[in-house]
């Protein structure tokens, strides 16, 4: 039997929710992420936990444990249970009675497998209990190991349950599939005809599972399916995932880690307050847009944004331009990123005022910008 560890399954508060389900005499596992993640042995966050165990009797189980029941869920089964300060969703056994591709109506479950039947992925739906042992209902766990992303049983009926689950697919792909191994091809089948179903979902779940995608190591085999199979052109009109490839082999080479918003501006897209995105993501967003053809150098861009964007903004120059990163990228940086501008407003007064004066400090700071960052205070105040 395949075990299942990680500091996430000893520790102290998961064990005690798991026990004070277990000791009622309720079956209790770790589900899902935690668990391929471990198996992977990729970093966990959340631990959900699946029991038989009715949401009413999660929280007089845990109220008589010592914990703090959260009814976040409640009416779809799920209670949040708080042990040392750490939230865990317990969610009761379900199977979809009724799904409108959005949201669905459940039926509480006595079954594992009725629990496992009504997930997305196989490698979604492998358990865990307390000491490690692992169940695997529907053969998940081979799929896992080959890396290899797919719908449990027939993917139009999944992807019809909730069409999030197109893009979630890719999202999976991207972090977890093979990409030598290529995509499953029923579930692409399954995609192609339900592209429809895009449409009726939020700009707020879309913007969510793209900033997440774009969010991966290498997102770009993963899109680049997306656009042939039509999903790119519905989610974001006029992007291309073109340049996606040289971005990401350039933002290697430059150590920067992934950014979401630089690879939608490769990509040519520049909206995200279409998707819902946060006003820092749009400011973000924004800066790569005008800085991919700006006439500024990398040093000002340093000296203006920092470091990280001006290395950010060189990718993006060279990935559009199908050229290398310029040799001496790191010196130009360098003498931007800690320039501070030795002169300021005060100094110019009272010879200059109002809107004079901030045209003044501006003149002076261009001369002190083309000067190499050399120009000092006296030299300035000439």
């Known amino acids: 039997m395949t ?51 009715r949401p009413d009797t999660v929280v007089a189980l845990a109220k008589a ?20 300060g750490i939230g865990y969703e317990v969610t009761t056994f379900r199977a979809d009675v009724e799904t409108d591709g ?11 497998d009725e629990d496992a039947a009504r997930r997305d992925f196989t490698m979604n739906a492998l358990y865990a ?16 190991q080959a890396r290899r992303v797919r719908f449990i049983r027939d993917a139009g009926d999944r992807i019809r349950e909730d069409y999030l689950r197109i893009l979630r697919f890719f999202r999976f792909h991207a972090w977890y599939g093979d990409p030598e191994a290529g995509v499953d091809e029923d579930a692409l089948a399954g995609i192609a005809a339900n592209l429809d179903g895009l449409a009726a979902l939020s700009a707020e779940r ?21 656009e042939q199979v039509g999903v790119l052109a519905r989610v974001l009109p006029g992007a ?40 820092a993501r749009q400011k973000h967003l924004d800066a790569y847009q005008s800085l991919i053809s700006d006439s500024a150098g990398y040093a000002e861009i340093a000296y203006r944004h920092g470091a990280a964007m001006a290395r950010g903004v060189a990718a993006l120059r060279s990935a559009s331009l199908g ?24 100094d110019l007064m009272p010879a200059f005022e ?29």
């Open 3 to 53: 075990q299942v560890g990680g500091e996430w399954l000893s520790r102290a508060s998961t064990q005690a929710v798991l026990a004070m389900l277990e000791q009622a005499g309720n079956a209790a596992f770790a589900v899902g992420g935690c668990v391929r993640n471990a198996l992977l042995g990729a970093p966990v966050a959340d631990v959900d936990i699946a029991t038989d165990a």
């Open 240 to 279: 291309t995932s073109r340049m996606l490839v040289p971005l990401v082999a350039l933002e290697e080479r430059a150590a920067l880690p992934p950014e979401p918003m630089r690879r939608l501006a490769v990509m040519g897209f520049f909206d995200a307050r279409s998707l819902r995105l946060s006003k």
């Open 102 to 112: 959005r949201r669905a109506v459940v039926r509480f479950s006595d079954t594992i």
């Open 65 to 84: 444990a010592g914990l703090k029941p959260v009814p976040t869920g409640i009416d779809h089964g799920t209670v949040t249970v708080v042990a040392d």
């Open 206 to 226: 879309i913007g969510h599972e793209i900033t997440r995608l774009l969010s991966a190591p290498d997102p770009a085999p993963s899109v680049a399916v997306m």
């Open 354 to 382: 109002g809107p004079a004066l901030g045209d003044e400090l501006r003149a002076r700071e261009r001369r002190w910008i083309e000067s190499g960052f050399t120009l000092t205070k006296a030299d300035l105040l000439k």
């Open 323 to 346: 050229q290398p990163l310029p040799h001496d990228l790191g010196t130009q940086i360098a003498a931007g990123a800690g320039a501070k501008l030795p002169i300021r407003a005060q």
């Open 129 to 144: 209990d307390a000491r490690g042992a692992m169940r695997d209902p529907l053969n998940g766990l081979p799929d896992l």
